[in-house]
């Protein structure tokens, strides 16, 4: 049983209080154990061009050097090349950097069979040159809002929008063609400055390439709320009302057969849905969800498809290296390479890998540290939500 599917039949189970925390703490325990991962994720440079208001990382300086005085180059083609079949390797950002994609390139040579996918804010036409020879299997330009409020969420300076669109102008440039499987994509994370603009931005962004007249700025629109993490966030994390227009929107954009994803990390939005769709409609959804692996659960809304992520079974989800070849927790990023140093936040760092460090042993030291340290808080927090959802 993976992990979501031993969550569904454990969480609402804990929330009706039919079983005890340290029952449940075990099985999710013995679950995610058993799913291997098939997922890097690799922060791959500490600096960004930009310092957005929904950001999840402080502000930082270029980590480059101590990459690659960390040999993070090495450390990274010893784990791909560990992952099996139709697995994915995702340069989660911030930024990057001419020397990342030499990289890339040299992990697809050696591993063909596992698919590269970037992340970025649409910098990366400054050093477009790079992928001469190169194309990803998946590129997401995260789009956040029409201009005025994609700027107001990312970019005082007023350039941020323009920027994401050269982005997407020339993202099939540097992606496989879609008949090879490429993709192109557009993460939205949606924030109370934003929340009313999902129709208008699936309008822009499903609209013809004016580079690629066949196809258009994207194939795939996701849709995610934040995880306020930094005093920046919040302000302007979502609240109930919010929630029932993000709700709304996607319904009419997955009604009228667009693709558009809706993924909820966050259990607090989860809750706000629960009551704006109804208590018992909820409770039915569950019982008819489906789970896949590696941490995602499929809820129907009302007809929307929901992919909820419970944060409790983080580590079914993949391996996650910071830019100093450190392997760490979900949500280490949170914190700077100066304070990840300190003692105090060592419950952050599962280890510091090295060149011949096994793919097996980190997933088995990945999950001891989250349940050492974390899934108990977020299974609080899950069950919590559930037991509101129970009592009608
Ligand atoms: S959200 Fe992305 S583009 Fe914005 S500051 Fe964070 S890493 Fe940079």
Known sequence: ??????????????????????????????????????????????????????????????????????????????????????????????????????????????????????????????????????????????????????????????????????????ARDVTKPPEQGGRVTSLMTITTLNHKDIKRVADDLFKQNTNHPALDYIDELHITTMSPKQPINYSIDLESGHMATVFESVKELQDAGLIVYLRLYNTKHLGLLARHIGYKTFQKSLEHAKSYSHGIIELELEGVQLYYMPSS???????????????????????????????????????????????????????????KHFMKDFLEQETAVLREVYAG
């Not at 154990?33 to 300086?61: D, G, V, W």
């Open 1 to 170: 049983m993976n992990a979501a599917e031993t969550w569904l039949n454990t969480i609402p189970a804990l929330a009706r209080e039919e079983l005890g925390m340290e029952i449940a703490e075990n099985r999710l325990g013995g679950s995610i154990l058993e799913e291997k991962p098939r997922l890097i994720n690799a922060l791959m440079e500490r600096y960004c061009t930009l310092q957005c208001k929904h950001c999840l990382l402080p502000e930082h300086h270029s980590t480059s050097k101590i990459s690659r005085e960390s040999r993070l180059d090495n450390i990274l083609a010893n784990l791909v090349g560990q992952l099996p079949e139709k697995s994915s390797f995702l340069h989660e950002g911030r930024i990057v950097l001419p020397w990342h994609i030499q990289l890339l390139k040299k992990l697809k040579s050696e591993t063909p069979n596992v698919l590269f996918g970037l992340i970025d804010n649409g910098t990366y036409t400054r050093i477009i040159k790079s992928f001469r020879n190169y194309q990803l299997d998946w590129l997401d330009i995260s789009c956040d809002g029409i201009r005025e409020n994609h700027n107001a969420q990312r970019d005082p300076n007023g350039k941020s929008y323009d920027q994401m669109m050269n982005g997407l102008l020339h």
């Open 313 to 371: 079974i983080w580590p079914s989800e993949g391996i996650f290296i910071d830019a100093n070849a450190s392997q760490r927790v979900a949500y280490a990023q949170v914190h700077t390479l100066e304070q990840l140093n300190d003692p105090a936040y060592a419950k952050y760092t599962v280890q510091q890998l090295k060149e011949d460090s096994g793919l097996e042993d980190a997933h088995r030291k990945n999950v001891s540290q989250w349940r």
